[in-house]
């Protein structure tokens, strides 16, 4: 997100602004000359000033990059010496994590599609198992900054597709604009393209593909295996939109104005108002034929627990395969680490069954829908 930085006095310093990573230009030249300093002592890091003393001698700086948690460090301009002092990720400073590399791709239609790129270390590059991640929003973007989530994956052997999907935010309101009415159907496709180019270029095993994601992420992840389950071994939802109907009903009642509703809708449903139902996993039970883990937070205000609670019930009848587990102090993400670590334990142990990382597995074979 672009913003400005403004000093004690009013006056403008600098300019935030994010492409493939987090960056501030200065307009102030003694805060050029400091944010480059900085720089070289940490290179390769993203170095953020948090905060000077009155005297600008002393600075407060957070460096932290894709592959590292991050160290909060005190610079005295005076001495030049620079000193980490906090680590809020405690002990996992002491580890070694996967790099993350921002890349592109073309979509069917042309379209170029960033994405962030993970491959698990100490791997050869070639035929991965895959996790693909899509970000929540859909209106939204991934950032080049440490996610347990991801670097948990690798840990595992799993190379990581994070796609900046049609819709994303950071990449020109044209590319937002592109995402409108698209969210079942465009944004689906740019996922899946990923998965074409990485295993045309021989790093992923195509046959060993899951999905994960939270929010419009979990949607993503129920939905991408309902369209194409011959894409897929599992997929994994956190705090997932099974109803896009219900979901859009629950906004309007949510968003303080009408204004912003209907321009919401407009994002979902695009100017021919698309079919929710024929892009809900909910309505569209028969066809989600892989195996599915489903989270939910029982407090969670932005996608009622109901969505999943829902698909879960109707995914049994079915007789499709479930895991199922709803936190009762989560909301749309964990604030208690034993949830946290609850969750991760669960995924890792249901990766092991569906899409082991430490051996190729046979094709997946769709159960049969019922009839």
């Not at 005190?74 to 590399?101: E, K, M």
């Not at 009848?317 to 479930?322: C, E, L, P, Y």
């Not at 334990?345 to 094709?363: I, K, T, W």
Request: charged share 25%.
């Amino acid at each position: 997100m672009t913003s400005v930085v403004i000093g004690p006095d009013g006056q403008a310093l600098g300019v935030t602004y994010e492409d493939e990573r987090r960056r501030v230009h200065w307009i102030d030249p003694d805060l050029q000359r400091l944010q480059a300093t900085i720089d070289r002592a940490l290179a390769g890091k993203i170095n953020i000033i948090r905060d000077r003393s009155s005297d600008g001698n002393k600075v407060l700086i957070w460096s932290s990059a894709a592959d590292d948690p991050g160290t909060y460090y005190l610079y005295d301009r005076t001495t030049r010496q620079l000193h980490g002092f906090a680590d809020p990720y405690g002990s996992l400073t002491r580890y070694s994590f996967a790099p993350v590399q921002a890349v592109t791709y073309r979509s069917r239609d042309g379209l170029t599609i960033p994405v962030y790129l993970t491959l698990p270390a100490g791997r050869p590059d070639r035929g991965l198992p895959l996790i693909v991640m899509p970000h929540g929003g859909p209106f939204a973007r991934d950032s080049w900054e440490f996610d347990p989530h991801v670097q948990f994956l690798a840990s595992l052997g799993y190379a990581v597709l994070q796609p900046q999907y049609r819709g994303s935010t950071g990449y020109g309101r044209e590319f937002v604009e592109r995402g409108f009415g698209q969210f079942g159907s465009g944004m689906i496709d740019d996922m899946e393209d990923g998965i074409d180019w990485l295993a045309g270029r021989g790093t992923v095993d195509p046959a060993r593909v899951c999905i994960m994601g939270g929010s419009y992420g979990g949607y993503a992840a129920m939905w991408a295996p309902a369209r194409s389950p011959q894409r897929y071994r599992c997929a994994i939802s956190f705090a997932g939109i099974s109803d896009v109907g219900s979901m859009l009903r629950y906004d309007a009642r949510m968003m303080s104005a009408t204004r912003y509703f209907q321009d919401w809708r407009r994002r979902v449903e695009g100017e021919q108002r698309a079919d929710l139902g024929a892009i809900s996993p909910l309505r569209q039970v028969a066809r989600l034929r892989v195996p599915l883990l489903i989270a939910h937070g029982e407090k969670d205000r932005n996608v009622p627990v109901a969505q999943s609670r829902n698909l879960v019930r109707a995914l049994q009848r079915s007789g499709a395969s479930v895991d199922s587990v709803f936190y009762p102090e989560a909301g749309h993400g964990f604030s208690r680490p034993e949830d946290s670590g609850d969750f991760l334990r669960r995924v890792e142990a249901f990766l092991a069954r569906h899409n082991p990382a430490d051996a190729a597995a046979p094709s997946p074979v769709p159960a049969p829908a019922p009839g």
